[in-house]
């Protein structure tokens, strides 16, 4: 069973200071680039969407962090991911090699796309 955790802050706060650090450098890549953003906890993860669509989510794990930009995210990426280790629907980096150049692509890809989706 998952906690249930209130906030991302919440969230964030339950891991050790050095998975701390990369849990707040994504959480501000992804407000960075996706600023309209609204910030919840959904499936026990940070979770953010645009135009009340999902746009990303992310969680830490024991080796890795999981980050979930689905579907299209993954697919409109997937030569730049291909060298991570993929399920369904999800990636998995390294916590020594988080990519936050790529994510940034990829949210911003996520922003337009749900931007346009809510215009159709």
């Known amino acids: 069973m998952q906690p249930n955790y209130n906030t991302v802050d919440d969230y964030i706060t339950t891991f050790p200071k050095d998975i701390q650090q990369i849990l707040k450098t994504l959480r501000a ?4 680039n996706a600023p309209e953003a609204v910030e919840s906890i959904s499936y026990g993860m ?19 962090i999981g980050f979930y930009a ?3 995210g993954h697919s409109e990426f997937a030569a730049e991911l291909s060298k991570y280790k993929q399920g369904k629907g999800s990636v998995q980096f390294p916590f020594d090699a988080v990519p936050y150049e790529l994510i940034e692509k ?11 989706k809510s215009k159709s």
Do not use: C, D
């Open 29 to 32: 890549t992804v407000l960075k």
């Open 46 to 64: 940070p979770a953010y969407k645009t135009n009340k669509k999902p746009l990303v989510y992310f969680a830490a794990f024991k080796n890795h």
């Open 70 to 72: 689905t579907p299209t």
């Open 106 to 116: 990829i949210v911003r890809f996520r922003v337009a796309e749900n931007a346009s």
